[in-house]
Each structure stands twice: as structure tokens, then as C-alpha cells.
Nanobody, 121 residues
Framework: QVQLVESGGGLVQAGGSLTLSCAAS????????MGWYRQAPGKQRQWVAT???????KYADSVKGRFTISRDNAKNTMCLQMNSLKPEDTAVYYC???????????????WGRGTQVTVSS
């Protein structure tokens, strides 16, 4: 199992920016796809963005044009740059890793514990 640790959450005013980071316990070059999900109070977890090992990127319509996902193999981290934040972006943001090669097997459904993002109006 791979450990994922998110950081960078906090409180920001509407229109502001935050950058989230996800550090992995294995080389992210071994991870086929990494992504961000979020869960607001009383709501289901929602997909935000995904980046593949080959660099393919997808965004949810709700964040397209405002959020940028990236991965830095040298730093072994994945980041989510969030601009023009809105109150409806308030949620716990989770890092996800799918298709992780451990050296002997593939693992899926790997999650961090989350980091809180609160956007005030």
C-alpha cells in the first residue's frame, strides 16, 4: 500500500488562491494515475482532476480553467494549483493514486487523509 499525505489546505477569501500538495511514499513514476477528489459536508466525494504518468490531464467542469494539476517526479509530489476560488469549492480535498507498482504487485484505491479547504465569501 502506498501512503499519500496532503498539505496546503487552509482558509482563503473568495477569489484567492491555494496550492495543495500530495506526497507519496513511493516514486510517483510508479503511479499510473494520480488525482484529486473533494467532499463537502453532507455531500458525496466528487472527482476534481486527474493526471496520468504520461501527462494526460482531465478536469471536472466545475474547476476547469481555475485549477491546474501537475506532478513533479523529482520532488515526488503532485500538486493542485487552485485560483479564483469560490465558496462552493469549500471541501476536504483528497489525494488519490491508482495503478501503483509496489515492485511485486499493482495496488489501487489509495487515498490520503485529506486537507481542508475553506473559501469565505
Amino acid at each position: 500500500q502506498v501512503q499519500l499525505v496532503e498539505s496546503g489546505g487552509g482558509l482563503v477569501q473568495a477569489g484567492g488562491s491555494l496550492t495543495l500538495s500530495c506526497a507519496a511514499s513511493v516514486s510517483i513514476s510508479r503511479i499510473n494515475a494520480m488525482g484529486w477528489y473533494r467532499q463537502a459536508p453532507g455531500k458525496q466525494r466528487q472527482w476534481v482532476a486527474t493526471i496520468s504518468v504520461g501527462g494526460s490531464i482531465k478536469y471536472a467542469d466545475s474547476v476547469k480553467g481555475r485549477f491546474t494539476i501537475s506532478r513533479d517526479n523529482a520532488k515526488n509530489t503532485m500538486c493542485l494549483q487552485m485560483n479564483s476560488l469560490k465558496p462552493e469549492d469549500t471541501a476536504v480535498y483528497y489525494c488519490n493514486a491508482e495503478g501503483v507498482w509496489t515492485g511485486s504487485s499493482w495496488t489501487y484505491d489509495n487515498w490520503g487523509r485529506g486537507t481542508q479547504v475553506t473559501v469565505s465569501s
